[in-house]
């Protein structure tokens, strides 16, 4: 049996620069940051014949064009199996829809655990931009490259997505005790919802190619925010990091109409009140999980029992997608 694991992630800034429809004509710039909450995918070799598949539904195949899965049906034509004779089984610490990166996680850990079955060995960057052609390419879906990269490679990362679809990575250079500071007071709070992030990015993405200006003026500055978290994490000035988190929200939410609702304004303002500096829905909007960075985090964990959201605890991930079993 081969099992894979790959990171979930949280945006830090610049989100929504990595789609192609943008970064073609402007270049993107995002940071990212991979958490200790993950994907898993086993493979093993079944002793009958079959496309065997476990995730949240339970399919059996006998060629590749009948699966049901689009991401595991798309992975396993493309790595053209001597045959058809295989088990896979993916699990997840978080739901998927809830604005975490879980197709891009899933994707990265299938295609680990896929090569390596298949004795292949791919770099983070190869993994990366493979995991990519799956969803952006084969499949269509308007999304960008931060959730793939980022479980790739790992850690609290710069990308920088080029006109010419390269893309380059690079850690962000933070001292110990800002690392710390980021693990104690950035809170993830799950808001109830959750959703499929496509409809709100493909408003994005057809908004971008029509160059509507406020949207191209939109993602601008928020690239330049992202650029901006850079400069004050790394001079470890984290009190203006949380004031651009709530900053960049407000562009977020001035996106699409669907970025938040009466309920997310309500838990936000709330959240203000008690113990946070600013935040944001991390992902494409809509529900899933609300991040704060807290001066107060205390203050603000009581606050968010009190309204009955729950806090899921994390640590940052500096492994990225990794396989825990061969």
């Known amino acids: 049996m081969i099992i894979a694991r790959s990171p979930l992630r949280v945006s830090i800034g610049g989100g929504g620069t990595d789609l192609p429809s943008y970064y073609r004509e402007n270049d993107g710039f995002l940071i990212s940051a991979a958490i200790d909450k993950y994907v898993y995918v086993s ?10 598949l476990k995730y949240s539904e339970i399919e059996s195949a006998r060629h590749e064009d009948e699966i049901r899965h689009p991401i595991i049906r798309e992975a396993i034509k493309m790595m053209n199996l001597p045959e058809r004779q295989i088990e896979l089984t993916a699990l997840a610490d978080v739901p998927s829809g809830t604005g975490l990166g ?3 996680s899933f994707t990265t850990a299938l295609l ?3 090569h390596a079955y ?3 060995h791919l770099n983070q960057s190869e993994l990366a931009e493979l995991a990519c052609h799956v969803e952006i390419d084969r499949l269509k879906e308007p999304i960008g490259k931060q959730d793939q990269y980022i479980a790739a490679y790992g850690g609290i990362t710069c990308f920088d997505f080029h006109k010419n679809d390269s893309v380059s990575a690079s850690p962000l250079s933070i001292n110990q005790d800002t690392l710390v500071d980021l693990e104690d007071n950035l809170l993830l709070f799950f808001t109830g919802f959750s959703r499929k ?3 709100i990015l493909a408003d994005q ?3 971008t190619r029509e160059n509507d200006r406020d949207m191209l003026n939109n ?3 928020v690239k330049k925010l992202g650029y901006h978290c850079k400069e004050y994490l790394e001079a470890g000035d984290v009190q203006a990091f949380g004031e651009l988190l709530h900053e960049h929200w407000e562009h977020k939410k001035a996106r699409s109409s669907g970025m938040s609702n009466e309920h997310i304004n309500a838990w936000y303002d709330t959240a203000l009140e008690n113990g946070a500096i600013g935040g944001k829905v991390v992902g494409a909007g809509g529900g899933g999980f609300l991040m704060f960075y807290a001066y107060d985090r205390n203050k603000l964990r009581h606050a968010m029992k009190a309204i009955g959201l729950e806090e899921m605890r994390f640590n940052f991930d500096f492994e990225g997608t990794k396989l825990v079993l061969t």
């Open 219 to 221: 993602l601008e500055f």
């Open 102 to 104: 879980s197709s891009g």
């Open 118 to 120: 298949q004795r292949h």
């Open 197 to 199: 992030a496509g409809t």
């Open 112 to 114: 680990r655990a896929l």
């Open 43 to 52: 493979v093993l070799r079944p002793f009958k014949p079959g496309i065997y």
């Open 205 to 207: 993405n057809s908004r």
